[in-house]
T-cell receptor, first 114, second 111 residues
């Protein structure tokens, strides 16, 4: 079946602009996760959704970052007033069940802030 | 001390070699251990998933967990050029939602 999809695959923006990144999880998966992967830094957890609620937002680096999930499916990660240090690959993963179930990753969105 | 340590490599081996990839960790609450493979410009792909200590084998891949030493390993037998990728270890404590990842080891298998 279809895997996790993310859009856009690449996004180039100017410093100070807002961006929205989209994640479509595997159909029926109740848990959804956002991670950020920076060069040389590994994967960094951002936020976890169970259904439409986010029990763990501990990884969001600042209040410029927010995320929502609607209908227990699609999720959007929004970064306001982007900074150059926000440049990274943003990865979404989903799981059939709550943690510690297996997480399946999408291809990521490569964000470049000029 | 970082929660998960992984040698970033790069590691270069000839085709057919046995590859050993390792991670150490500091949090004794971790119970679930995973290895992901990530090709360039792709998302991580789950290779192995183990719970607690012990070994798990799947084809050419074997995952080992030693909780007493806080050390996990991934062995690749008869390595192939298609195994060339970055290998990420990941772990979690169960109800904690997020995975804690190592930084990844870049592996190159030369024909």
């Amino acid at each position: 079946g279809a895997g996790v999809s993310q859009s856009p695959s690449n996004k180039v923006t100017e410093k100070g602009k807002d961006v929205e990144l989209r994640c479509d999880p595997i159909s029926g998966h109740t848990a959804l996760y956002w991670y950020r992967q920076s060069l040389g830094q590994g994967l960094e957890f951002l936020i976890y959704f169970q259904g439409n609620s986010a029990p763990d937002k501990s990884g969001l680096p600042s209040d410029r970052f927010s995320a929502e999930r609607t209908g227990g499916s699609v999720s959007t990660l929004t970064i306001q007033r982007t900074q150059q240090e926000d440049s990274a690959v943003y990865l979404c993963a989903s799981s059939p069940q709550p943690p510690p179930d297996t997480q399946y990753f999408g291809p990521g969105t490569r964000l470049t802030v000029l | 001390q970082k929660e998960v340590e992984q040698d970033p490599g790069p590691l270069s081996v000839p085709e057919g070699a046995i590859v050993s990839l390792n991670c150490t960790y500091s949090n004794s609450a971790f119970q679930y251990f995973m290895w992901y493979r990530q090709y360039s410009r792709k998302g991580p792909e789950l290779l192995m998933y183990t719970y607690s200590s012990g070994n798990k084998e799947d084809g050419r891949f074997t995952a080992q967990v030693d909780k007493s030493s806080k050390y996990i390993s991934l062995f690749i037998r008869d390595s192939q050029p298609s195994d060339s990728a970055t290998y990420l270890c990941a772990m979690s404590g169960g109800s904690q939602g997020n995975l804690i990842f190592g930084k990844g080891t870049k592996l190159s298998v030369k024909p």
